[in-house]
């Protein structure tokens, strides 16, 4: 399925922007860091009764979460301009965020929709394989292609995930990820997304399409879940 996200072109202003703003080089923005910031008590949200009990504190608050993908969305916007993408979403942890970079005001890049499930977690570990279903290869062959993750923390996946992708020689590969755990990375994984919303300690963290035992996706705001439900 392809979706043309294309703001209309048919003044002198628009054109203005088109050429002085968008064929420009951009500086890329960093992810915000959030190692060192304070968690935020539940009780200054409406948590919905079915979450709340089970929380520990709230540590990216939705309003936060929206500004930082908007940018996201207008730095890819800003880089592809016109040139079609295959935007590939890892299932089922980045739906919420796909959604939201890709159907953003900002977008005005063409982009094919395209999904993948990569299995490698039951419960709270990964299993140290990786398989990938519901997506052929073949499509990425000569194409520019940004795949967009929920968490960067080991690396495990991503990292086959691109190993994999590269076998079939697409034009480019970019990674858009919004969280990023480095205290979780592998030994010798090294390279950082090329779209990253934030930097978090290594809490164990649910909702904005996040979910422990598929549980949890639908909490608005990034939690930390308390240790007692996933240690269960």
Known sequence: MKHFNYPPDNNKIFNWIKNNLYMKEMKRSQPIDLRKSPLIPTEQFIIPEVYRDDLDSIMVPYGTI?????????????????????????????????????????????FEICTVRCKSY??????????????N???????KVIITEDIYDTGRTLNKLLDKMNEFKPQSVE??????????????????PDYTGFVIKNEFVVGYGLDFDKKYRGLKHIGVLKEEIYQD
């Open 122 to 135: 039951e419960g709270t570990e990964s299993t140290g394989d990786v398989n990938f279903t519901g997506f």
């Open 175 to 192: 990674v858009a990820c919004l969280l990023d755990k480095p205290e979780r990375r592998l030994p010798g994984i090294e390279w950082q």
């Open 137 to 143: 290869f073949n499509k990425v062959r000569d194409k």
């Open 66 to 110: 929206k500004s930082r993908v908007d940018r996201m969305a207008y730095e890819i916007s800003h880089k592809y301009y016109s040139e079609e993408i295959i935007a590939l979403c890892v299932l089922k942890g980045a739906l919420k965020f796909y959604h939201d970079l890709f159907y953003n005001e900002h977008m005005w890049t063409p």
